[in-house]
């Protein structure tokens, strides 16, 4: 993944970003509105367990013709 | 490809649409089959100076559909390959002009009354009516990309438009690839873009200055028989593959890249 002098290559950054701004295209929502989401998750999860605001990792996933959204979000006992 | 009549796009401009056209349409031409090209950007034509066939545009495909000429009046028979036919596309109108029911009766015609084995249509960038009206008529299509953020991203939404018109045969042409810049990793491979969009393949065509030369003197790079490697090879290669041919995939190797330099530095081959 790292290139002769420790530069990251340019063409798997573009890869991951594609990935992620076609997720998003396919699934007709704005990478605004995902950050929305993703505060809301998190203000429901924060009524039910003590969490923390980072660590929260919310996506839009192709799964072969189905588009799932997956949340990861750890939580502490209560 | 089963398709008959097959629709270039890409949505974002100016990765090859045009090109692709003229060059393949002249390959299957030359294959033997009964071809023509039909441009559909209204008010932006070029498939006509691409082909070097600006000269004898008398009528056009705006001039048929409003009736002011017979079809075949608009087909202009090329006279290097006499299979291969254009219609333009109208330079002093715009895109109102053009209408689906229309553009259906004259690829419809084109194939049943007058005898062509294959329509291939050019259409222009945007996913707007010009889009809309030439993939109308198509049933398949033929989306051409170049390894890079934007032109990925809008094959993308093509790729999603075609398939809401039920066009199933959808096929894959990676245009302008230096590898060079593959190798630096820089660029995209083909498996990435592949993966990325998931569309199956038909054409890999590397970045050569060539076509600049061939569309400068108006001569399809794909009838120079003299060439046996880059694009205008692969536009021969992918006008096979269309045909049903299994035709093998080149390696493209970088010319002067990394390994090249060490091996003129160590005085090798």
Not at chain 1, 31 to 52: C, H, S
Not at chain 2, 199 to 218: C, F, R
Request: charged content about 30%.
């Amino acid at each position: 993944m790292f290139g002769l002098f420790g530069r990251r290559k340019s063409k798997d950054k573009l890869k991951e970003r594609l990935k992620l701004v076609l997720s998003y295209d396919r699934a007709k929502l704005s990478a605004g509105n995902m950050e929305e989401l993703k505060r809301e998750l998190l203000t429901v999860i924060k009524k039910y367990f003590p969490a923390e605001d980072n660590d929260y990792d919310v996506k839009v996933e192709q799964h072969g013709d189905r588009m799932v959204l997956v949340a990861n979000l750890p939580v502490q006992a209560p | 490809m089963n398709a008959k009549a097959i629709v270039v796009t890409s949505g974002k401009g100016g990765v090859g649409k045009t090109t692709t056209t003229a060059n393949v349409g002249a390959a299957l031409a030359r294959l033997g089959e009964r071809v023509c090209v039909i441009d559909t950007d209204v008010g932006l034509r070029n498939l006509d100076v691409v082909m070097g066939l600006e000269g004898r545009v008398v009528y056009d495909l705006i001039d048929v559909f409003e009736g002011r000429c017979k079809l075949r009046q608009a087909i202009i028979r090329d006279k290097r390959v006499d299979t291969l036919h254009l219609l333009a596309a109208s330079q002093t109108r715009d895109k109102s002009a053009l209408s689906e029911a229309r553009m259906k009766e004259t690829v419809t015609a084109l194939l049943d009354e007058e005898g062509f084995d294959r329509v291939l249509i050019d259409s222009p960038a945007g996913i707007e009516s010009g889009f809309q009206t030439a993939a109308s008529a198509a049933d398949g299509a033929v989306v051409v990309v170049n390894p890079e953020v934007s032109s990925v991203r809008d094959a993308d939404r093509i790729i999603g438009l075609l398939e809401a018109r039920e066009i199933n045969e959808v096929r894959l042409i990676i245009n302008r690839l230096r590898p060079a810049m593959i190798k630096r990793g820089d660029m995209l491979e083909v498996d990435d873009v592949l993966e990325i969009l998931g569309v199956k393949l038909i054409g890999i065509v590397p970045e050569d200055e060539k076509i600049l030369v061939s569309t400068n003197i108006g001569s399809p790079a794909s009838l120079d028989d003299n060439t046996k490697i880059g694009a205008g090879t692969a536009f021969r290669d992918i006008a096979r593959r269309i045909r049903g041919e299994d035709v093998a995939y080149p390696s493209y190797e970088p010319q002067g890249g990394f390994l090249a330099g060490l091996r003129r530095l160590f005085g090798g081959a």
